[in-house]
């Protein structure tokens, strides 16, 4: 399948969007070091959640329709726990504060997925809506009884006596005496 122009200027965007966004995701690390530790934490965590964001878009360029659906797996299995990792890193309350604390890494690898897994959960991608000519359409069978069922339902059929008569002797349902 050949790529129109309209998808490669697509993918050059966002390999350039990603590209961008590294660069300025080492402009942010730099100014953060200078920060409170617990507040160049936060700034960190938003600055990587972002970029999950971003990467998550630049992976579901595409034509079609949105697939729209909630997968409780990606909630429960990335989301979660990445969300887990952020709050232990920024609350010294919290089971495991100084191992992560110790590896900045892991809170920001946390965050990246936080960023992609958030939309993830509620959005996979584009599912290509294939159209359908008339010429493919089969003659005979179910498309055939449906036209025929559609142009007896058009057309009012009304029963008379000599029908119900000879439905009811097909039956075996005898003929009711007239109440005279």
């Given amino acids: 399948m050949k790529k129109s122009s309209r998808e490669k200027l697509n993918l050059f965007f966002s390999a350039f969007l990603v590209i961008g966004y590294i660069i300025c995701t080492y402009f942010f690390l730099t100014l953060t070091k200078n920060m409170d530790e617990g507040m160049g934490n936060l700034v960190n965590a938003i600055v990587f959640a972002l970029f999950g964001l971003v990467v998550f878009y630049a992976t579901r360029v595409g034509d079609g329709v949105p697939v729209k659906r909630f997968s409780p797996i990606v ?27 110790a590896t900045p890494e892991v809170m920001m690898v946390a965050a990246i997925a936080l960023g992609y897994g958030i939309p993830y959960t509620f959005l996979s991608g584009f599912e290509m809506v294939e159209e359908v000519e008339e010429t493919d359409v089969v003659e005979g069978g179910l498309v055939q009884e449906l036209s025929k069922t559609e142009e007896v ?20 349902v005898e003929e009711e005496p007239d109440a005279e």
């Fill in 75 to 101: 909630l429960c299995v990335l989301v979660i726990p990445a969300l887990f990792i952020i709050i232990s890193t920024l609350a010294s309350g919290f089971p495991l504060h100084q191992v992560l604390v």
């Fill in 153 to 172: 339902a058009d057309d009012t059929v009304v029963a008379t006596e000599e029908d119900i008569k000879e439905l009811e002797i097909i039956d075996g």
